[in-house]
């Protein structure tokens, strides 16, 4: 009897950003994550391809927060609620992430939530996210401004002839 004992090393060529885009369209399980988030800032923000591929990688990677996140963040762009929602739902282990507080407090918004919006922002913005922080002081406006229209309705008194 004998034993042979192989040993292959092999090399996987990363694609470049432009092979990437080609590739993504056809085979995206041959993409890195990191792959398809440089694919998906190659293209303008807010771009239907650049949501589509946000959207790709969390389906490929479901197991990434990170791809979820930037999926329900893609979501909410087109005020697609209830896509985001199930995105945000999924990711379970980055949950005490600022960007997965600072998403959540998005939807919650969008909803018309905003006390519950306010806790996730301020989680996010305790945490250092500078995005949270500016929707934290937007929240603010937008309070100010809801309780001015109330104070408004409330003088103004209807005239009966």
Avoid: W
């Avoid at 771009?47 to 329900?72: C, H, K, L, W």
């Avoid at 600022?98 to 996730?120: I, V, W």
Wanted: proline share 3%; with cysteine.
């Amino acid at each position: 009897m004998r034993v042979a004992i192989c040993k292959v090393n092999y090399y996987i060529k990363n694609f470049s950003v432009d092979e990437a885009r080609e590739v993504i369209k056809t085979r995206p399980q041959n993409l890195s994550l990191n792959e398809m988030f440089l694919v998906a800032n190659s293209y303008p923000t807010g771009s239907q391809e650049f949501m589509d591929v946000f959207e790709t990688a969390a389906r490929m990677y479901p197991e990434s927060g990170i791809a979820t996140i930037n999926a329900a963040t893609a979501a909410l762009s087109r005020h697609d609620l209830t896509s985001a929602e199930r995105y945000l739902n999924k990711t379970i282990a980055d949950k005490h992430l600022p960007e997965y507080e600072n998403a959540q407090e998005l939807l919650l918004l969008l909803k018309g939530e905003y006390t519950a919006a306010e806790e996730h922002l301020k989680a996010a913005a305790g945490a250092g996210l500078e995005a949270a922080k500016d929707n934290l002081e937007e929240l603010a406006r937008k309070k100010a401004n809801m309780a001015e229209i109330e104070n408004n309705k409330r003088e103004i008194k209807p005239v009966i002839e």
